[in-house]
């Protein structure tokens, strides 16, 4: 076991501050990385603020982060897949039971006592509970390590490891692809990943947002049209014209104006995730046997799926570049939408406090 420098906040109302965490050493399975950048995710700001206490409430000390890009530093006396120097990633996940059957083979985010990246109780015992990428280093289990293709700018592709799986699994799901008329409601972290996504698969895009200053960012990002939502007009005129919606909001908003946007089949699918149920009106659904659904994140295997078209097609996501020391400021302001589109903190900040 070792000290490594991170950030963590102490409670629920205490600001993040730099602070030191054991780390396990490398067992025979594991993989020791420095970490180089980690992408800022709301949900770091839900956690660490306490506000799901009602479904994971948060122990502390909490070291968030779980959009991780670094190097290979050692590996395991039984590790194959992965060598020193090798560029990698760590998403949500970091360690499962693999000694059972489960039911969704590749779907781990879905199995019982999965651990995740921070804030999951810790199966070796190096600390109550896992501490996540604000970090100088972290050792994970390989087979929750990811490849990055070396052709990815590493603080863009921190992002892919939350953001870029969110948005992705759902289209792949919808089997978004040439032919198909995609929606993308709100242009942020998650819906300018879903604009770079489905313009990559051939999909005819539209984004829905309610600010006209982002029309122009849509179409740099790849959208075919923009569609303002609080222009009753606008929004009548595209009624019935969708095969698949992703609504990538987390306010509260009204669905139903969106399921009428859905043609026979049409589905709407959820990975923004508002406080307050959302009324549904039955008969939008009925009439045209639409469908709405959730998704979250994706398993092991289809993140890495996800890397390697993002490799292919030279995805990464927008971000801004930040040291450590202004994470804090960083939450206020991705609070206010104060960022195109994502913060990817530089931890050389870190390893040089």
Request: hydrophobic share 40%; proline share 5%; glycine share 10%.
């Amino acid at each position: 076991m070792y000290q490594a420098k991170a950030f963590s906040a102490a409670s629920a109302t205490a600001p993040l501050a730099q602070d030191s965490i054991p780390r396990r050493d490398t067992t025979d399975r594991d993989v020791a990385i420095d970490i180089l950048f980690c992408g800022v995710c709301h949900s770091d700001l839900h956690q660490v603020r306490n506000e799901w206490e009602s479904v994971m409430p948060t122990v502390y000390p909490c070291v968030p982060g779980h959009e991780i890009i670094g190097r290979v530093t050692a590996v395991g006396t039984g590790v194959s897949k992965y060598k020193i120097g090798d560029l990698v990633g760590v998403g949500c996940m970091v360690d499962a039971d693999h000694s059972c059957q489960h039911d969704h083979e590749h779907e781990e985010q879905f199995w019982p006592g999965t651990a995740f990246t921070y804030n999951s109780p810790d199966k070796h015992g190096t600390a109550p509970v896992t501490y996540g990428g604000y970090s100088e280093s972290i050792v994970v289990d390989e087979r929750f390590v990811l490849k990055v293709p070396e052709n990815l700018d590493p603080a863009g592709a921190a992002p892919l490891l939350c953001a870029g799986i969110t948005t992705y699994s759902p289209l792949r799901r919808a089997k978004v692809g040439p032919g198909v008329k995609m929606g993308v409601v709100g242009l942020g972290g998650l819906g300018h990943m879903a604009v770079k996504l489905g313009h990559a698969m051939g999909a005819e895009v539209t984004v829905f947002t309610r600010s006209k200053s982002k029309v122009e960012d849509a179409k740099e990002l790849g959208a075919d049209d923009v569609v303002i939502s609080t222009d009753p007009e606008a929004m009548k005129a595209v009624a019935g014209k969708f095969d698949f919606i992703l609504d990538c909001v987390a306010a509260e908003h009204d669905l139903n104006e969106y399921i009428a946007l859905l043609g026979v089949n049409g589905n709407l699918t959820l990975v923004g995730a508002p406080e307050q149920p959302l009324p549904i009106k039955a008969f939008g659904l009925l009439f045209g046997n639409k469908s709405i659904s959730g998704s979250i994140i994706g398993g092991i295997k289809q993140t890495q799926e996800m890397l390697d078209f993002c490799g292919e097609h030279s995805i990464t996501a927008d971000v801004e570049v930040i040291p450590i020391q202004q994470i804090n400021e960083a939450y206020e302001r991705m609070l206010k939408s104060d960022v195109k589109y994502r913060f990817s903190i530089d931890m050389n900040s870190l390893k040089q406090a």
